[in-house]
């Protein structure tokens, strides 16, 4: 049985090398822009794909993280976001600069808010710097516990903006992205079912497809489903939507003790809640 309170096994390991060398001047741009809008940055990494060898050009989007002294305001944070959009719709490599500001601050914190967790999650698991000062963040990184359960909650949080009619990112507007999204939503859900049985953690919806077939055999049904929407993401919204659905009531059946956390604004941020 997986020590819950253990940090995370990892079936990958972030590189540098894995970002490719024709996407330095948009990281110089991306860079230049942080700068104007955070005069107390620290440093910029990027996540998530490119940092992990698994970039598709055309296809994938580039997540960025900027780590500042203090918490950044409002004004500065959507002022950044509307110039890295018009950034990224100049670049036909990549779909979106998905990026995010988050403070040594609400890093450090004793209690982290919802976006701080998501943010440390992807700084200490697959985060490779490319600007400023480098920072231990691997040292800090969430227990297989922490990241199973945001991970459902942050599938969960997605679901309940899109019935909302909210869709934070401008790319997922896009009726393909939007429901590939949704597939993506179920995988993450699974990987949690997985990671709270003793599977390392899998970035890509591929590897954790691998996983589901060894670590939750019940869940392989959905896993299908899932893997055929990313792959070919033509379905009904409607459609798609339901089976995230299927594998977050999937994962409370298998875990009824986990507590649930309702939808708290358009940003997908989350507050606990009664069950």
């Known amino acids: 049985m997986v020590n819950l309170h253990n940090n995370l096994q990892l079936a990958f390991k972030p590189s ?13 741009q991306i860079i230049q822009c942080y700068q104007k809008h955070h005069p107390d940055l620290r440093a910029i990494y990027v996540t998530g794909s490119m940092a992990l060898g698994d970039f598709k050009p055309g296809i994938s989007d580039i997540d960025i993280i900027g780590v500042t002294e203090k918490p950044v305001s409002e ?11 018009g950034i990224s719709n100049q670049w036909q490599q990549i779909t979106f600069v998905d990026n995010a500001a988050i403070s040594r ?7 982290r808010t ?25 040292s800090m990184r969430p227990s297989v516990q922490e990241v199973a359960y945001n991970r459902t909650w942050r599938a969960a949080g997605y679901m309940a903006n899109y019935r909302a009619g909210i869709i934070m990112e401008a790319f997922r507007q896009d009726p393909r992205r939007h429901i590939k999204s949704c597939g993506k939503s179920a995988m993450r859900v699974l990987s949690s079912i997985t990671l709270l049985r003793g599977a390392p953690l899998h970035m890509s919806a591929e590897g954790t497809a691998d996983a589901v077939e060894h670590y939750a055999p019940e869940a392989v049904n959905i896993k299908n ?33 986990v507590p649930r956390r309702a939808i708290t604004n358009a940003a997908n941020q989350f507050l606990p809640s009664k069950k």
Do not use: C
């Not at 004004?75 to 959009?85: F, G, N, P, S």
């Not at 919802?114 to 691997?138: K, M």
């Open 16 to 28: 540098a090398q894995n970002i490719p060398t024709s996407l330095d001047p948009l990281l110089a």
């Open 114 to 138: 919802p976006p701080a967790e998501l943010q440390l999650f992807r700084l200490s698991t697959s985060a490779v710097r490319i600007w400023g000062e480098s920072g231990d963040y691997e």
């Open 225 to 257: 489903k899932a893997m055929a929407i990313i792959k070919n993401p033509t379905i009904p919204l409607e459609q798609a939507m339901a089976i995230a659905d299927e594998a977050i009531d999937l994962f409370y059946h298998l875990n009824p003790n």
């Open 75 to 85: 004004k500065a944070d959507a002022a950044r976001r509307q110039e890295l959009t």
């Open 105 to 111: 601050q609400e890093l450090e914190a004793t209690k």
